[in-house]
T-cell receptor
Framework: AQTVTQSQPEMSVQEAETVTLSCTYD???????LFWYKQPPSRQMILVIR??????QNATENRFSVNFQKAAKSFSLKISDSQLGDAAMYFC?????????????FGGGTRLMVKP | NAGVTQTPKFQVLKTGQSMTLQCAQD?????MSWYRQDPGMGLRLIHY???????DQGEVPNGYNVSRSTTEDFPLRLLSAAPSQTSVYFC??????????FGSGTQLSVL
């Protein structure tokens, strides 16, 4: 079974600065997907970014980018030019390619605080 | 387009009571699933379905039942609520291989 670990329960960043959230995972599979989800106080789960393991290029979505290190099984999220609206819980998640139920395995989450 | 709709948003139960959390989606997604979210543990899969009439267990299925009689609906039943089932419950749906759409969650407290 796959496991996902987020070792930083809380992080804080100054507005307009850059922060990196860490995620490591354990799997024996060679092909899979990795995700970062944002959960603001509204509780809604919002997909931030997705990475396919077979792609060497790191995914980018506007101010959000990842550092995907397949050999190290590491998948960190970098948020540039942090904004107050970025304050939320962030979850790293894993999904197998052949996953019959399209199921996700989540990490425990990192609470990001943004200071004005 | 309503997406994934969960009801109720909040519920308080007494130990031993039963209830059903409702989940409906209007996107014709074949895949639906239920997760629970506990503090510090992220989301964990309870049950999932790959189509009408087909369900299977996830990581933490004990104490929960599901059925999928239609593509649109995937209710989660608590037969005899326990304090350990106090949690936030999320329903999600998707097409195969595509992103998951989550409902807004149900906060359940069992006293």
């Amino acid at each position: 079974a796959q496991t996902v670990t987020q070792s930083q329960p809380e992080m804080s960043v100054q507005e307009a600065e850059t922060v990196t959230l860490s995620c490591t995972y354990d799997t024996s599979e060679s092909d899979y997907y990795l995700f970062w989800y944002k959960q603001p106080p509204s509780r809604q789960m919002i997909l931030v970014i997705r990475q396919e393991a077979y792609k060497q290029q790191n995914a980018t979505e506007n101010r959000f980018s990842v550092n995907f290190q397949k050999a190290a099984k590491s998948f960190s999220l970098k948020i540039s030019d942090s904004q107050l609206g970025d304050a939320a819980m962030y979850f790293c998640a894993y999904r197998s390619v052949g996953n019959a139920g399209n199921m996700l395995t989540f990490g425990g989450g990192t609470r990001l605080m943004v200071k004005p | 387009n309503a997406g994934v709709t969960q009801t109720p948003k909040f519920q308080v139960l007494k130990t031993g009571q039963s209830m059903t959390l409702q989940c409906a989606q209007d996107m014709n997604h074949e895949y639906m699933s239920w997760y629970r979210q506990d503090p510090g543990m992220g989301l964990r899969l309870i049950h999932y379905s790959v189509g009408a009439g087909i369900t299977d267990q996830g990581e933490v299925p004990n104490g929960y039942n599901v059925s999928r009689s239609t593509t649109e609906d995937f209710p989660l039943r608590l037969l005899s609520a326990a304090p350990s089932q106090t949690s936030v419950y999320f329903c999600a749906s998707s097409l195969w291989g595509e992103k998951l759409f989550f409902g807004s969650g149900t906060q359940l407290s069992v006293l």
